[in-house]
């Protein structure tokens, strides 16, 4: 049974940070990548970030370049998103997906998952 289950969100504010963690379990050891979505209110899930999980590539989405840094740690199975600097438009649900086979792209659209976490709020205070 495959679980992803995140970590670390809450309410901070403006300028501050958060580490989120997503955790996974189950067969995981084959998965090709690893990436954060989030959703705010009345809008759409968006992309965040992405990693593959033996090569390290990284994407960032325009808005969180040079805020946030993804990681990964294998051994945990666990992928990371650090947060800084946030601003309030960064409020809303962060959740993890897994990629679990090789895809050609970046994988920025929710399609592109094959497993979903339940996600953590983010709230960001002005």
């Known amino acids: 049974q495959v679980q992803l289950v995140e970590s670390g969100g809450g309410v901070v504010q403006a300028g501050g940070s958060l580490r989120l963690s997503c955790g996974a379990s189950?067969?995981?050891?084959?998965?090709?990548?690893m990436g954060w979505f989030r959703q705010a209110p009345g809008k759409e899930r968006e992309f965040v970030a992405v990693?593959?999980?033996?090569?390290?590539?990284?994407h960032y989405a325009d808005s969180v370049k040079g805020r946030f840094t993804i990681s990964r740690d294998n051994a945990k199975n666990t992928v990371y998103l650090q947060m800084n600097s946030l601003k309030p438009e960064d409020t809303a649900v962060y959740s993890c997906a897994a990629a679990a086979e090789w895809k050609p792209g970046r994988l920025i659209g929710t399609n592109e998952y094959d497993y979903w976490g339940q996600g953590t709020q983010v709230t960001v205070s002005s």
């Open positions: 990693i593959t999980l033996r090569a390290g590539s990284i």
């Open positions: 189950g067969r995981t050891n084959s998965w090709y990548a």
